[in-house]
């Protein structure tokens, strides 16, 4: 601690500080905890700064495909061929209010949330559990998605995150990339 400034350090363990250990520690800046309290010690700002931001950032992604509210993406859509402009209803409808409510997973870089008046939303409040947080927010609107074959936070940014992905490759695939590129060479097009 001294060699490297620190102003706390901590000693993880699988079951915690030994009694002669935990003695030697009481009068130090040093504290001894199990794995599993330093995860529940740095768990909210682990889930604000990284868990929401990560999605939050790839949903954004895919806002132009699915608010609805995208007159150019109305206008490419006009223009698909209506087997092709099925599949991307189908699309939508399947992925579309997922993203488009993961991108509200992002609103802590926009407005600190201790002072937002919705930061105690399902969405946005670090979950107590896994299980909680499948239960009450993801099964409860998305259940077509497998939401059982993750067994920790970290696997669910993974999952998630391949979702919104597969959503952006499929929304890409039917317009030849983004909005803005279908848009430019559309427009390209024009004389």
């Avoid at 132009?64 to 092709?84: I, M, N, Q, T, Y």
């Amino acid at each position: 601690m001294h060699e490297t400034g620190a102003n706390i350090g901590f000693i993880v363990s699988q079951k915690g500080l030994q009694a002669g250990a935990e003695k030697y520690t009481n009068n130090t800046n040093i504290v001894g905890m199990t794995y599993l309290e330093l995860q529940a010690r740095y768990f909210p700002v682990w889930w604000e700064r990284f868990f929401c931001r990560q999605i939050g950032d790839l949903a954004d992604e895919l806002v132009d495909f699915v608010s609805g509210h995208s007159a150019r993406c109305d206008e490419l859509v006009a223009k698909l061929s209506p087997e092709r402009a099925e599949h991307f209803e189908s699309t939508r409808r399947c992925f579309g209010s997922f993203a488009l409510l993961m991108t509200h997973l992002n609103i802590g870089r926009f407005t600190n949330l201790t002072e937002w008046p919705g930061r105690d939303s399902l969405l946005l409040r670090p979950p107590e559990s896994l299980d909680q947080y499948k239960r009450d927010v993801l099964n409860r609107f998305w259940s077509h998605f497998e939401w059982q074959r993750v067994s920790t936070f970290r696997e669910l940014m993974v999952m998630i995150k391949e979702i919104l992905l597969e959503a952006q490759q499929m929304f890409r695939e039917i317009f030849g990339g983004d909005i803005d590129d279908a848009w430019e060479r559309e427009t390209a097009k024009m004389p």
